[in-house]
């Protein structure tokens, strides 16, 4: 029989250990790779949210959830923590080298200023992430979420 799982730390563990991860400085990836990890993070992150106010529709949590994935939202949830002084001097400097890196893509359905910026938060993500600061992660979108007024 499997042993549970109950923390986040026995988690990461258990992850990195059964999918064979090998132990990586996160300094050393760039920021859109940072940005490529970060995306499918928050976006995890969103639907685990979205899903938790009950069973419905599929389609109706897939609106719901990309009202919340897109560059609009995300430029203005890490506006909102930079406004509050919420991010620590390192992650802004993770933010920042996210928002300034050059994509060869381009946004298909935001501003080129929200774009970049939503990158730099998805750099900041992704960086969270594979530093294994789930709960920071979780902290800094919770509160994003809640100053946007979509965390109920």
């Given amino acids: 029989m499997e042993e549970s799982i109950t923390s986040l730390s026995a988690f ?3 992850f990195k250990n059964t999918l ?3 132990e990586v400085d996160v300094k050393t990836y760039s920021p859109l790779a940072l940005a490529y990890i970060g995306d ?3 976006e995890l992150i969103v639907r685990t949210k979205v899903m938790n106010h009950g069973s419905t529709q599929v389609h109706n949590m897939h609106k719901k959830s990309a009202r ?3 560059a609009g939202a995300q430029a203005e949830i890490i506006r909102r923590l930079l406004e509050d002084e919420d991010l620590t001097p390192e992650e802004v400097a993770v ?3 996210g928002r300034n890196a050059k994509s060869v893509t ?3 359905h ?3 200023a929200d774009y970049r910026t939503a990158t730099g938060f998805e750099a900041l993500c992704g960086y969270l ?3 294994g600061s789930l709960d920071r992660l979780v902290t800094l979108i919770g509160k994003g979420l809640e100053r946007i007024g979509e965390l109920e």
């Fill in 68 to 70: 919340l994935v897109n």
């Fill in 12 to 14: 990461s563990d258990y």
């Fill in 106 to 108: 381009t946004a298909k």
């Fill in 110 to 112: 935001a501003t080129v």
């Fill in 20 to 22: 064979k991860l090998k």
């Fill in 95 to 97: 933010y920042k080298r």
């Fill in 40 to 42: 499918g993070v928050y």
């Fill in 129 to 131: 992430y594979l530093n």
